[in-house]
């Protein structure tokens, strides 16, 4: 009998597995994600209602160090994309991350709360630091690997889909239930504004992260990757780079990328505020989880009926429809920000409207990710992958500074804690309130209707089969096999002119290679 090698994935299979959809899609991203959750919407509430740093350097400081410290994490994330696609070993060129980014996370997380209290001056340094060391060092890691497992998975579409619902429901099932019910609802009130609670709590999360991603290495496995054999070619980043920003569906998904992700930020970081202090009171335990149940119900609904969707009408054109509802709903929230029932009939239209997104976003992205390598002869996953991730996490920074300097501008004041040591919140300037109303309400409807306006250009999905037999047949040298879409006349003259263009470009590519 045969030892099986420590580091090996515990994923055989040729086809994906519900073993694999279950240990490594669902449960094993779990602990990370809910890491990430929770600071995404809470690790700003802990600077400015904890550690009261909204004052400090006259209040530029919690507007101008998430700027900063995002750029950093986007050339750490340029940097990670390149070592992904030059790493070769047998587990893969991304899994192996997932490994080295498991203890990273667990202790980068802890030390993002264990602040020194007392001298400023220690504090701003110490929240820089441990800001940076979790979030452009350890999260980069592991979120660029984790995000290129479905991409590497599996060719197979359908496989694919499934395994990008999966991803999703780890996503949804931490934010969507426990970071947006249990935490508003039972957390939050007993943490309060106390340190060394705070510190307990996100301790325990931090340290629940470490087996939970080791799970998600052991149960993923890199077909692509094994199917290719590793590209041994030495590939200039200056032409992969040149790949990717000369394509227009790339361009096309990162701009929409960028669009959604500056729209969700900015919303999740008003969440709590407005809960708070428009259309609740402070942490009263019910509002935010009437708001976050009402909205989340939907998402419980879509594991099931948006992969049925997309299969009979395409990714793209469900996705596109869900975004003119997700703008609808959010007009009605404006209608009457403060008042409860209007806010949740809006929130649960705008939430059945952001399902397809939340859902099949990563099965498109890796579509585009196989007509980069049909057009070019390349595989750009980690490159493309970077400028993804620097989307991701630059918007983070630079919405959560804007939205700051917003705050701080209109005049926000910090609960205070009185001789009985219960939290107090202060009642809020009129121009703060309308900064949070913008922030959780309106600004999504303007970018629901860019994205909707944006998805048309998006026809990527339809010529993806054809696109895969090619590269088989490219890559193994045989006749190209006939595969089964059904095209108009249109779409077939369409195709007949993308695929002369492709092997044009493919010839220019192996020309630079040459040279």
């Not at 550690?51 to 530029?60: E, F, Q």
């Not at 340190?195 to 991603?213: Q, R």
């Not at 993923?220 to 590939?235: A, M, Q």
């Not at 048309?456 to 490219?474: G, H, N, R, W």
Request: net charge positive.
């Amino acid at each position: 009998m045969l030892k099986r090698k420590p580091f090996s994935s515990r994923i055989k299979d040729e086809n994906v597995t519900a073993r694999e959809r279950w240990l490594g899609y669902l449960i094993g991203p779990a602990g990370a994600l809910l890491l990430n959750a929770v600071l995404a919407t809470y690790l700003n509430v802990y600077y400015t209602d904890v550690l009261k740093l909204t004052t400090v350097w006259g209040g530029a400081f919690l507007a101008v160090f998430p700027v900063i410290s995002k750029v950093i994490d986007a050339i750490t994330n340029v940097i990670m994309g390149y070592i992904i696609d030059r790493t070769r070993t047998a587990q893969g060129k991304a899994r192996p991350w997932l490994l080295l980014s498991a203890p990273l996370v667990a202790v980068s997380g802890i030390l993002l709360f264990t602040v020194p209290s007392g001298n400023e001056t220690v504090q701003v340094i110490w929240v820089m630091l441990s800001y940076n060391l979790f979030y452009s060092f350890a999260y980069t890691i592991y979120n660029m690997s984790h995000n290129l497992m479905v991409p590497l998975s599996t060719r197979d579409t359908t496989q694919r889909g499934k395994l990008s619902v999966f991803n999703q429901i780890a996503t949804i099932m931490m934010s969507g239930i426990l970071v947006a019910l249990v935490f508003p609802m039972v957390i939050m009130p007993m943490l309060g504004v106390d340190k060394g609670k705070w510190i307990a709590l996100m301790s325990v999360l931090s340290i629940l992260a470490l087996p939970l991603t080791l799970m998600e290495y052991y149960f993923t496995k890199e077909r692509v990757t094994e199917e290719t054999g590793g590209d041994e070619r030495k590939i200039p980043f200056v032409l992969q780079l040149k790949i990717i920003f000369t394509d227009k569906y790339i361009l096309l998904i990162l701009a929409y990328f960028l669009i959604y992700t500056v729209g969700s930020c900015v919303k999740n970081l008003g969440l709590v505020y407005f809960c708070n202090y428009v259309l609740g009171t402070y942490n009263d335990g019910i509002t935010q989880t009437m708001v976050s149940a009402i909205g989340g119900i939907p998402m419980g609904i879509g594991i099931f009926a948006v992969w049925p969707l997309a299969k009979r009408f395409g990714k793209r054109n469900v996705t596109l429809a869900g975004f003119l509802l997700y703008a609808i709903g959010g007009v009605i929230c404006c209608a009457a920000p403060r008042n409860m029932v209007v806010v949740l009939v809006g929130q649960f239209i705008k939430n059945v409207g952001g399902l397809p997104c939340s859902y099949v976003f990563m099965a498109l992205f890796a579509d585009v990710l196989d007509h980069v390598e049909w057009k070019s002869g390349i595989r750009c996953d980690g490159t493309a992958m970077s400028v993804y991730n620097i989307i991701a996490v630059a918007m983070v920074g630079i919405c959560t500074g804007i939205f700051n300097g917003m705050l701080a501008g209109a005049g926000y004041i910090a609960p205070s804690i009185d001789a009985a040591g219960n939290t107090v919140a202060a009642v809020q300037p009129a121009a703060v309130e309308q900064v949070i109303i913008f922030a959780f309400l309106g600004l999504e409807i303007i970018t629901g209707l860019v994205l909707a306006g944006l998805l048309v250009f998006l026809s990527v999905e339809k010529t993806v089969p054809l696109k895969q037999a090619e590269i088989k047949a490219l890559r193994e040298g045989t006749e190209l096999e006939p595969v089964d879409v059904k095209l108009t006349v249109q779409e077939a003259a369409a195709w007949e002119k993308e695929r002369k263009a492709g092997a044009a470009f493919r010839a220019k590519v192996q020309r630079e290679l040459e040279q």
